[in-house]
């Protein structure tokens, strides 16, 4: 199968996806540069990295470092602000015919809100995902994807100016996701993302220095992948709106995974760091699979998931 058979067609948020395989935000660039590497069109959808109200330089170097199993990273949410993406990469965005999101981060909810304000003036735009993994500085640096109630009150001010699909991805740093999995869903998320990195740190033993410009950062990859399946099966068993799931993923058969866990659709996020191609490939491998397990459609796979002994 390809990424545009039939049988991968599915649909997030009421939105049409000719397959379940979304480009995560943070590693296809704002999408546009790579339409020489990859269709654009034949993908699922994009989510372009994180977008502020104002451009952002990130952290200092070294920003990434190979681990066994995956990567760790400290960009430092890089970018060059709303006003200028929706002026310089939005209009070649809007040309397209695929699913656009935009990844909307902030340190007070009034960023969160002006960013999406600015967004909604303009086409080409599918949804929105809420990175909701930032400090509040208003609030002495919880974050926003700890703490329910402050998760409530940015996804509820979110959602009252959005004219477009609100998903809101969740941080696994937490002891338990479905408490916050609920409160994204009570005040109003169309959809939920998850999960984005976990915090780690790898340190250079002979100037026992971090490996990161950052010190900390967040690992991705495969080695995250066996518990992002379990948060995103805790998470699509908490609430009712679809889960996007994301961690690891790298083959056809791990995409299979996470729709069997609960999962609408996946994103695949560190695996095009290698394989600026692999959004498509995991479509390709994972039509291949229903066609060898005489599935006719992807959205059979979703939450079929057999816990227990029986």
Known sequence: MQPTDPALATSLCGIRLRNPVIAASGTFAYGIEFEKLVDLNALGGLVVKGLSREPIEGNPPPRVFETEGGMINSIGLQNIGVREFVKDKLPALAKLD???????????????????????????????????????????????????????????????????????????????????????????????????????????????????????????????????????????????????????????????????????AVEVGTATFWDPQAPLRVANELGSFLHEEKIASVKQLVGTLKLGAN
Do not use: W
Not at 147 to 160: H, N, S
Not at 209 to 216: K, Q, S, V
């Open 98 to 264: 695929t699913a656009v999101f935009a990844n909307v981060f902030g340190y007070q909810t009034e960023d969160y809100v002006e960013v999406v304000r600015v967004l909604n003036d303009h086409e080409g735009l599918a949804g929105y995902e809420l990175n909701v993994s930032c400090p509040n500085t208003d609030r002495g640096g919880i974050f926003f994807s700890s703490d329910p109630a402050l998760l409530r009150e940015v996804v509820a001010a979110v959602k009252k100016v959005a004219r477009r699909p609100v998903i809101v991805k969740l941080s696994p740093n937490v002891s338990a996701i479905e408490p916050l999995a609920c409160a994204a869903e009570e005040s109003g998320a169309d959809a939920l993302s998850l999960v984005n990195t976990f915090i780690a740190l790898a340190i250079d033993p002979r100037t026992r220095r971090p490996r990161i410009g950052a010190g900390f950062g967040g690992l991705s990859g495969p080695a995250i992948k066996p518990i992002a399946l379990r948060m995103v099966c805790q998470a699509a068993g908490a609430v009712k709106i679809p889960v996007v799931g994301l961690g690891g993923i790298a083959t056809g058969l791990d995409a299979a995974e996470f729709l069997i866990a609960g999962a609408t």
